[in-house]
């Protein structure tokens, strides 16, 4: 099983800030990693994939960088909608893991 | 637009088995080279996979829990199902079905609340 350590836990930021979370392996992925957001009561929702590429439809403000066993997901300039929690998971291999999550609040 | 939905009771009694459909429409299980999963969140926690099952019927489940899974697919009604037994409180979350891609995660229904209680 490959475990991830996800950080902060809890982020406070004001709209504007550029912001970054990061999320460590517990050995190497090369790059198959995915970033999600997820809003209260709701689904998770796909942000990025193999490590920098941004889904269809996710502004440009979203972006990942990363490979092997570091990676860091990095909201630009943070919008009102981008107040929530956020998951990276690893697809290298079975069971496919995510990190603990990131609750990014408003300061 | 692919939309998944489950479906099931949303109480279920301890050492009795969860189960659980999710009904796949705007586009077919079985056309293209796709698995379809669950996975789990317990109330105010983060996310588990829970497994996963390509439309020819081939599975895999996450080890922490395959002595209790069973999903099963069923194209005809372009549906597939999660069966965990003997559950306990532990087992209480919302489930989500999904559709695993070698890209990450790209579909997933709105989940459903299963709480474990007498």
């Known amino acids: 099983v490959i475990w991830m350590t996800q950080s902060p836990s809890l982020l406070s930021a004001s709209t504007g800030d550029r912001v970054t979370i990061s999320c460590r392996m517990s050995q190497g992925i090369s790059s198959y990693l995915a970033w999600y957001q997820q809003k209260p009561g709701k689904a998770p929702e796909l942000l990025i994939y193999?490590?920098?590429t941004l889904q269809s439809g996710v502004p440009s403000r979203f972006s990942g960088s990363g490979s092997g066993t570091d990676f860091t997901l990095t909201i630009s300039c943070l919008q009102s909608e981008d107040f929530a929690t956020y998951y990276c998971?690893?697809?290298?291999?079975?069971?496919?893991?995510f990190g603990q999550g990131t609750k990014v609040e408003i300061k | 637009q692919l939309q998944l939905q489950e479906s099931g009771p949303g109480l279920v009694k301890p050492s009795e088995t969860l189960s659980l459909t999710c009904t796949v429409s705007?586009?077919?299980?079985?056309?293209?080279?796709?698995?379809w999963g669950w996975i789990r969140q317990p109330p105010g926690k983060g996310l588990e996979w829970i497994g996963s099952i390509y439309y020819s019927g081939s599975t895999y489940y996450n080890p922490s829990l395959k002595s209790r899974v069973t999903i099963s697919v069923d194209t005809s009604k372009n549906q597939f199902s999660l069966k965990l037994s003997s559950v306990t409180a532990a087992d209480t979350a919302v489930y989500y079905c999904?559709?695993?891609?070698?890209?990450?995660?790209?579909?997933w229904g709105q989940g459903t609340l299963v709480t474990v209680s007498s």
């Open positions: 705007g586009g077919s299980i079985s056309s293209s080279s796709y698995y």
């Open positions: 998971q690893q697809y290298y291999s079975f069971p496919w893991t």
């Open positions: 999904a559709r695993p891609t070698p890209y990450g995660v790209d579909y």
């Open positions: 193999a490590a920098s």
